[in-house]
C-alpha cells in the first residue's frame, strides 16, 4: 500500500507542476479558447483519433498483456518509486494538454474569481481519493483480474475515450 502510495504522490506532483505550467502559460487564451467551438472540435478530434489508435492496440497486444500480467513486482524505494511515478507521467505530453483541457473547461463552468483554481483543487482531490480506493481494491481484485478481462477493459476504456470524443465535437 505504502509503495503504491508513494508512487502516486510522485504522479501528482507531476500533474501539479503540469497544471502550474498550463494555467500560468495560457493566462491570455483561456477566456478566449472557452468560447470557441473549434477547439472543442480540434480536441473532439484528438479524443477520437486516440480511441481508435488505443482500440486498434489493444486488439494486437493481448500477448503483451499476457506476458506483463506475470511481471508485476513491488519495490519499497521510497525515494525511487516517487521519483518513477514524477518521471512517468512527467514525461507524457498528454498529461500537460488534459490539464490544459481541464482548465479551460473549469473556467467556461465558473464565473467567480477563484472557480477554476477550486475546479483544479477538486479535480486533483477526487484523483487522488480514487487512487486511494483503487488501491485498496487491487489487492482483492487481483485475483479476479486475468489478461482477458485486462484486455477486454482496455477495449472498453478505448470506446470510452471514443465517445467522449464524439461527444466533445
Known sequence: FRSVLIFDLGVIFADIIFIVIAFYSTNSLRGKIGNDPSFLIFGGSLLIVYGIISFVKTSKSFRAIVKEYHKVEIKKGYGKLFIKGFLLNFINIGVLLGWLGFIVLGDSLT???????????????????????????????????????????????????????????
Open 111 to 169: 464565473t467567480s474569481e477563484n472557480g477554476g483554481f477550486i475546479f483544479i483543487v477538486s479535480m486533483l482531490t477526487a484523483y487522488f481519493v480514487t487512487d486511494l480506493f483503487k488501491i485498496l481494491i487491487a489487492k482483492r481484485l487481483k485475483a479476479k483480474l486475468t489478461p482477458r478481462l485486462i484486455f477486454k477493459t482496455k477495449k472498453v476504456i478505448a470506446i470510452v475515450i471514443l465517445g467522449f470524443g464524439v461527444l466533445l465535437f
